[in-house]
């Protein structure tokens, strides 16, 4: 009995947070607290007080934190958070989808299949 995959059991431990939830705790404090208040602080590395909001990563020490910020994972992240995330709008129209009925080709459709009368 024990685990049957410890690849996948590891993937899961080292899952931080997706771009999207650190873009609203770097905007929202409220939402920084909440996730924050979420751990126990017996759990994390001494206690709780060094984080990275960029990584959503807790250090042991300050020293670990200064040398993690000068890294270059935390600059990849650093500048992943600077470009604007995609919305649904724009994911629809990447394939394609309309989520107006007014369009261009509606228009041209419509006054195709007028049909005049012959008096």
């Known amino acids: 009995m ?21 873009k609203a705790d770097l905007l929202s404090s409220k939402h920084l607290a909440q996730f924050k208040e979420s751990k126990a602080p017996e ?6 007080k060094w984080y990275c909001k960029e990584c959503a990563k807790w250090y042991e020490s300050e020293v670990n934190l200064v040398v993690h910020r ?9 500048k992943q958070l600077r470009e604007e995330p995609y919305t649904q709008k724009e ?23 007028e049909v005049t009368m012959m008096t």
């Open 70 to 78: 000068k890294g270059k994972p935390h600059k990849r992240r650093v």
């Open 43 to 48: 759990d994390l590395p001494d206690l709780g």
């Open 2 to 22: 024990g685990v049957t995959n410890k690849r996948t059991l590891t993937k899961t431990r080292r899952k931080t947070r997706d771009l999207d939830q650190i």
């Open 91 to 113: 994911a629809e129209a990447a394939i394609g989808l309309r989520t107006n009925n007014q369009g261009p080709d509606r228009a041209e459709k419509d006054a195709d299949n």
